[in-house]
């Protein structure tokens, strides 16, 4: 299982309850990730060749990719490597957010123009991107930022106004509505991760009526592909029972 979402966890469990033997793998971008109730690993293959030869080492018959979307590089080293080892592979996906009635969503396609997006007079802005990728809003210096990460930063973000808030996921609405109060936040920039895990500050800037710059998702390569848990357990049972 390649992991690092709050759905990949909740399949953890549910792979731990079916008692199906599988290792949890993480990428290693957080100090201490979350332990599961399978045996994990952390760190990279190597790139195709090293996922590979992991597959081939540790007889692994089937992969589920439940990466978060925008680790589209893990997505198709996935996709290349189990074409070349000969193993199954399933992407446990979520589908997009949508936007609502009274929503304020600048669609943008990639962090450079999530950038451009925030030309403009100083503004309060959530960045809710993680700790990769702030460096590239130095560009647009005249605004106050306010990252949310799930480790303190070991060197401090070039930004010249920012504030820090350390915290791991997922989050809730009413807690997100408190923390945009309390930094008088006024606009959101995120990713269109989908799904529940990291939902709360979409409902959030609707609440309190706040534009959000969102950035689509990468391209990611067509793939066997279920929505939950359930139907990944039920992808490997037919792969039993068809053995
Ligand atoms: P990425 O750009 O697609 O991947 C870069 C490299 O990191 C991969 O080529 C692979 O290294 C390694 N890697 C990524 N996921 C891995 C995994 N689950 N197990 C082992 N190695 C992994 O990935 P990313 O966007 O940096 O995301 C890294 C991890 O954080 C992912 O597991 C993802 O689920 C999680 N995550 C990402 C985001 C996001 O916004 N991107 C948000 C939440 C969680 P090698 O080539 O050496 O194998």
Same mark, same amino acid.
């Given at each position: 299982?390649? /992991? ?12 731990? !309850?079916? &008692? ?10 957080? $100090? ?5 109730? @399978? ?6 293959? /190597?790139?195709? *060749? ?6 081939? #080492?540790?007889? @692994?018959?089937?992969?589920? $990719? ?7 590089? =893990?997505?198709?080293?996935? !996709? ?18 949508? *936007? ?10 990639? @962090? %450079?123009? *999530?950038?451009?997006?925030? &030309? ?5 802005? =959530?960045?809710?991107?993680?700790? =990769?990728?702030?460096? !590239? ?34 989050? $809730?609405?009413? &807690?997100? @509505?408190?923390?945009?109060? #309390? ?10 991760? /989908?799904?529940? &895990? %990291? ?14 710059? =969102? ?29």
């Amino acid at each position: 299982m390649l /992991g690092g979402t709050t759905e990949a966890s909740a399949l953890a469990r549910a792979v731990a !309850d079916a &008692g199906i033997a599988a290792t949890f793998s993480y990428a290693g971008r957080v $100090d201490s990730p979350k332990v599961q109730p @399978i045996p994990q690993r952390v760190g990279g293959f /190597g790139g195709v *060749a090293g996922l590979v030869r992991y597959l081939r #080492e540790h007889n @692994i018959t089937h992969v589920v $990719d439940a990466t978060h979307p925008f680790a589209a590089q =893990m997505s198709r080293n996935a !996709d290349h490597a189990c074409t070349e080892a000969g193993v199954a592979l399933l992407a446990l996906t979520r589908a997009p957010w949508a *936007a609502e009635a009274g929503d304020t969503w600048t669609h943008v396609p990639d @962090i %450079a123009s *999530a950038v451009e997006a925030l &030309g403009g007079i100083a503004r309060r802005v =959530m960045l809710a991107l993680g700790r =990769m990728h702030i460096e !590239d809003f130095a560009a647009q210096p005249q605004h106050h930022y306010v990252l949310r990460l799930v480790d303190a930063p070991v060197q401090q973000p070039s930004l010249p106004h920012h504030s820090v808030v350390v915290a791991r996921g997922p989050f $809730d609405v009413a &807690g997100d @509505i408190a923390l945009f109060k #309390e930094h008088a936040v006024d606009i959101v920039v995120c990713k269109n991760a /989908g799904g529940v &895990g %990291a939902d709360a500050k979409i409902h959030a800037a609707r609440a309190l009526g706040l534009p959000v710059v =969102m950035i689509d998702r990468p391209a990611l390569p067509a793939r066997r592909e279920v929505a939950t848990a359930q139907a990944v357990l039920d992808w490997v049972a037919e792969a039993q029972h068809g053995a």
